[in-house]
């Protein structure tokens, strides 16, 4: 039982030290609705189609459609191609047709194409020719124009 030449008990092997619990990331969560405007410079020349949860902002020239919950085409911005969204601010050009609830021209605009709307507002000297069409719902597919003989 008890000896006075008994060797005390080694220590307990040490242990591996606990793992920290792994952290996962969080949940994403959508975008902002409200972040900055995604900006094309003047000196960017895209071809193809661009689409925009969010604002967007043309000072260069873009050679398609473009889809935004908000369009600004700033006094260097060109689109040559259909243009949806919510509201579209024009300064520089459009050619091509403008489906959006609420349309400004500002001066020193042009526009060559349709444009349905909700709301139009045209400053002077802004330049726009083609055919301007009041609709409830101007971004609502529109039906192809069946083709003439």
Same mark, same amino acid.
């Given at each position: ?15 591996a030290?606990?793992k920290?619990?792994?952290?996962? /990331? ?17 000196? =960017?020349?895209?071809?193809?189609r ?10 260069g ?20 191609? !259909? =243009? =949806? ?9 459009? !050619? ?17 194409? /349709? ?7 045209? !400053?002077?000297?802004?330049?726009? !020719? ?20």
């Amino acid at each position: 039982m008890f000896t006075k030449g008994k060797t005390p008990e080694a220590p307990p092997p040490p242990q591996a030290a606990p793992k920290p619990p792994v952290l996962q /990331d969080p949940p994403r969560r959508a975008p902002a609705a409200r972040s900055g405007p995604s900006i094309i410079s003047a000196d =960017v020349k895209i071809t193809g189609r661009i689409v925009s949860q969010g604002e967007l902002d043309i000072n260069g020239q873009i050679d398609g459609d473009v889809r935004a919950s908000a369009l600004t085409v700033g006094e260097t911005g060109a689109v040559k191609g !259909e =243009v =949806v969204a919510e509201s579209v601010v024009v300064r520089g050009t459009i !050619e091509g047709r403008i489906r959006a609830r609420k349309v400004q021209l500002c001066t020193g605009a042009k526009v060559r194409g /349709d444009i349905i709307h909700a709301s139009l507002a045209i !400053e002077p000297n802004a330049i726009f !020719e083609g055919a301007v069409k009041h609709a409830q719902d101007p971004m609502a597919e529109q039906p192809a124009a069946p083709p003439t003989a």
